[in-house]
Every structure is written in structure tokens, then in C-alpha cells.
């Protein structure tokens, strides 16, 4: 009895998730291997991986293309939380995983599968992320995690897929571990794991150099509506086009990067590196807007919220019910987060210099410090007198 008889693989065309397919079938006596290699707009051509996973010895090669419901139904979401794991990170990889859980989910009920499995290691966030999402979406389903067991290094490994006739281009093998998609890229290891090596330049794919970036401040508008991004100076983009190029727009700026030791689940400390241009500057334009158009409690009530759904989506718990919750709260703050942010570009800063907004609450004749001032000034007195009472009481007491 192997551990599962057929088996919905996710699928990169890489050395480990090319290894796992005669690996499921000769080691874990896996009848049947079917991939799934999901399209989210890391612009790789599909056609060629869909081919090397019959070549590895899959019975079929599933691609689906997920870019629209991955900016969506993920990404945008997590914009409206204005979610930055450990303040920083904006989840560019995280909000991936559990798209691609629903998917190896929704292929393993379609083709009566009765295990799903992924290439991930033991050592990161992502077999997280897979394994909770998969149990959360179809507790029934086993989920199958071979390069977490199988002990093999990466010139074993090809070693191995070379028995079963697999073969890997001799391309210039990169130290790096890099994983893209339309968010962003985010590359760790080889020199990258002295935290104090400078990143070298030629890992940047989305952002320019500042020494080639324009010597002209570019401006850029985005129009959200309820939270949502929607155009770019006055044009209507579909949210693909949308966050391609504002991706561009950015990059060209040098603006979108980040370098940061990070706090893995399973309690690693990291060094990455991300490019992130699109989704780093639509949660700054958005949380600036929602300072235009939300009242001080909700803002700041708030902000303790998107601490929250930061980690749960960093630490795998998209599918959680705790989630669902907390996006009734936040989906109930976007209604009025309607508006314009306008953006300088410049030598690697995105600097907000204006907002606007039909729901703005920001009130001219409260904030003026000119001569239509309609603050009650004498109000004030009151007000502090009240305020300061139990501070007065104290010291009274105390000193
Ligand atoms: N540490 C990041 C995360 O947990 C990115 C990991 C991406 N994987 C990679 N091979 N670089 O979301």
C-alpha cells in the first residue's frame, strides 16, 4: 500500500517539484500524479512546464491561470488591511500560497484525488501555508510533503531525477532561492545569508538601480474606490494592468525594495531581500487615504486589526475563521475609502503629496488656523479641565 493512490501535485517545472513525481510514484507507491502549475504572473511560459511534467512522468499537467483572482481576491484584501508582516514585509509570497492550496484543492475533488502535495522543505513558511490551507479548505485530503522527508541535497536530488530520465538544463546555477510572482519577488539565500553582505545589484529584476533611475520626479495618481485601487491618474485599469504597471511606474524609480531579517514560523530567523514596487506603495497610498476618509477610532482600532491579519496570513491561517471575521470588520471600514493619493516618484522614494476624496472628513474650517476658524476655542477650557481631572486627583495624592 503506497501512501496515496492518486496525487494532485503543485508544480514549478523546478529541480524539487520535478524530483517529486517519480519520487511519489517509486518511493511512496503513488499510482497516479497529476500537476497543477498555477499562473500568478511570474512570467514564466507555461506551455514548456506543462510538457516536462508528462516528460517526468505525471498522467496529466494541469496549468491554471490564477493572475486575476490572485490580485483580486488576495492581493486586494490584504491592501485594504494595509497588511505589513513585522511592519515591513507585504506578504507578496504569503497571499500566493493560499490560492494555490484552493486550487490543488479544487483539482483533487475534480479528479477524485485522494492526496495533494507540494516541493516545500521543512524549514520555511510556505509547507505552512500549503498544509493549513489544504486541511482548512478539505480536512479528507492528505496532504504529501516528499522534499520535507526525503533527505536529499539538490545535486542528489538531480542525481535521482536523472535515474528516471529527467533532465536539467546546465543553466548558470544560481545561489539564490527566488520565488516571483506579480506582487513581487523575494530571494533569500546563497551570499544573502551573511545578514551584513550588501545585496548585490544583480538580483533586483523589478527595480532599477538609483544611479539609473530618472533624473525628473514622476507623478502618479491611484483612485480607489472602497478600498480598492482602481485607476492610475484618471484611467480605469483592469486590477492586473493595474498593479503591472504600476509595478513599471515604480520600479523605474527604484522604489519597491526591501532588506530584513524576518521571523519564520517554525522560528528561523531569515535575511530577504524583496522587490515589491506595486503592492509597497498601494498600501502607503491607501492607508493615507483612509487617514482622509475614516474616524480616529476606527483608524486607530484598526491598525491593531491589520497587525493581526498580517500574521495570520504570514503564518498560513488565510482559510481560518478568525480571518473571515476580521475582513467583515475591515470590509465594513472600506465603504467610505473612496479617493485619489497623489504620488512624487523619485530617486527610490514614492512620497505622498496629496489626497482627495468625495468622503472626506477633513473639515477647513475646524483645521484652519486663518481667519474662518469655526473651532470653539473657549470649549477647550472645559474639555481639559475634565480630561486632566483623575491626572490632577493623582498628584494631589501622591505628592
Ligand atoms: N520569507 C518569505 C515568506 O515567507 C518568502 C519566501 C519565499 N521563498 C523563496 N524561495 N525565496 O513569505
Not at 533611475?213 to 502618479?220: A, F, I, L, Q, R
Not at 496570513?313 to 467583515?328: C, F, H, I, T
Not at 474650517?365 to 490632577?392: N, V
Request: glycine share 8%.
Amino acid at each position: 500500500m503506497g501512501r496515496a493512490e492518486k496525487v494532485v501535485l503543485a508544480y514549478s517545472g523546478g529541480v524539487d517539484t520535478s524530483v517529486c513525481i517519480p519520487y511519489l510514484k517509486e518511493e511512496w507507491g503513488v499510482k497516479e500524479v497529476i500537476t497543477l502549475a498555477a499562473d500568478l504572473g511570474q512570467g514564466d511560459e507555461l506551455e514548456p512546464i506543462r510538457q516536462k511534467a508528462l516528460k517526468c512522468g505525471a498522467v496529466e499537467s494541469l496549468v491554471e491561470d490564477a493572475t486575476a483572482s490572485f490580485v483580486k481576491d488576495y492581493a486586494f484584501p490584504a491592501i485594504q488591511a494595509n497588511t505589513l508582516y513585522e511592519n515591513r514585509y507585504p506578504l507578496s509570497t504569503a497571499l500566493a500560497r493560499p490560492l494555490i492550496a484552493k486550487l490543488l484543492v479544487e483539482a483533487a475533488e475534480k479528479y477524485g484525488a485522494d492526496a495533494v502535495a507540494h516541493g516545500c522543505t521543512g524549514k520555511g513558511n510556505d509547507q505552512v501555508r500549503f498544509d493549513v490551507g489544504i486541511m482548512a479548505l478539505n480536512p479528507e485530503l492528505k496532504v504529501l510533503a516528499p522534499a520535507r522527508e526525503w533527505g536529499m541535497s539538490r545535486e542528489e536530488a538531480i542525481t535521482y531525477g536523472e535515474k528516471f530520465g529527467i533532465e536539467f538544463p546546465v543553466k548558470k546555477s544560481s545561489p539564490y532561492s527566488i520565488d516571483r510572482n506579480l506582487l513581487g519577488r523575494s530571494i533569500e539565500a546563497g551570499p544573502l545569508e551573511d545578514p551584513m553582505t550588501e545585496p548585490p545589484e544583480e538580483i533586483y529584476l523589478m527595480t532599477e538601480a538609483i544611479a539609473n533611475t530618472p533624473d525628473e520626479p514622476e507623478y502618479v495618481t491611484i483612485g480607489f474606490e472602497a478600498g480598492i485601487p482602481v485607476s492610475i491618474n484618471g484611467n480605469n485599469l483592469d486590477p492586473v494592468a493595474l498593479i503591472a504597471q504600476l509595478n513599471q511606474t515604480v520600479g523605474k524609480h527604484g522604489v519597491g525594495r526591501l532588506d530584513m531579517i524576518e521571523n519564520r514560523v517554525v522560528g528561523i530567523k531569515s535575511r530577504e531581500i524583496y522587490e515589491a514596487p506595486a503592492l509597497l506603495v498601494l498600501i502607503d497610498a491607501h492607508r493615507d487615504l483612509e487617514s482622509l476618509t475614516l474616524t480616529a477610532d476606527i483608524t486607530q482600532y484598526k491598525r491593531g486589526i491589520e497587525q493581526t491579519y498580517g500574521e495570520l496570513v504570514y503564518r498560513g491561517l488565510w482559510y481560518s475563521p478568525l480571518k473571515a471575521a476580521l475582513d467583515a470588520f475591515i470590509q465594513k471600514t472600506q465603504e467610505r475609502v473612496t479617493g485619489e493619493v497623489r504620488l512624487k516618484l523619485f530617486k527610490g522614494n514614492a512620497t505622498i503629496v496629496g489626497r482627495r476624496s468625495p468622503n472626506s472628513i477633513y473639515t477647513p474650517d475646524l483645521a484652519t488656523y486663518g481667519a474662518d476658524d469655526q473651532f470653539d476655542h473657549k470649549a477647550a477650557e472645559g474639555f481639559i479641565y475634565i480630561w486632566g481631572l483623575p491626572t490632577r486627583v493623582w498628584s494631589q495624592k501622591t505628592r
